[in-house]
């Protein structure tokens, strides 16, 4: 069983920074794709970006040149790096592997972006 932990999330202002992290426990996850999804209330989750497990990056056009999503196998944790932030990315941000099963999913990490 896996557990997902996500942290670092918080308050910002438009333009700034915040970087995202998520620690899996219960099995290492080096041969798993990851992906980064966020969440606004009363919609599904949605794609954010994916990290292969060689390492390949895709990302949703709408953070395509700003987020940058990496990963430590040896630490069983996923990043992502955000930058250039607007207020439509404020949302609860969640990584899950990328799989028609995913991980059970975990608490999440609010990010705000004010205006």
């Known amino acids: 069983q896996v557990q997902l932990v996500e942290s670092g999330g918080g308050l910002v202002q438009a333009g700034g920074s915040l970087r995202l992290s998520c620690a899996a426990s219960?099995?290492?996850?080096?041969?798993?794709?990851m992906g980064w999804y966020r969440q606004v209330p009363g919609k599904q989750h949605e794609w954010v970006a994916t990290?292969?497990?060689?390492?390949?990056?895709a990302y949703a056009d709408s953070v395509k040149g700003r987020f940058t999503i990496s990963r430590d196998n040896a630490k069983n944790t996923v990043y992502l790096q955000m930058t250039s932030l607007k207020p439509g990315d404020t949302a609860v941000y969640f990584c899950n592997r990328v799989s028609r099963v995913p991980y059970t999913w975990g608490q999440g990490t609010q990010v705000t972006v004010s205006s």
């Open positions: 990290i292969t497990s060689t390492g390949s990056a």
């Open positions: 219960g099995s290492p996850f080096e041969n798993a794709n």
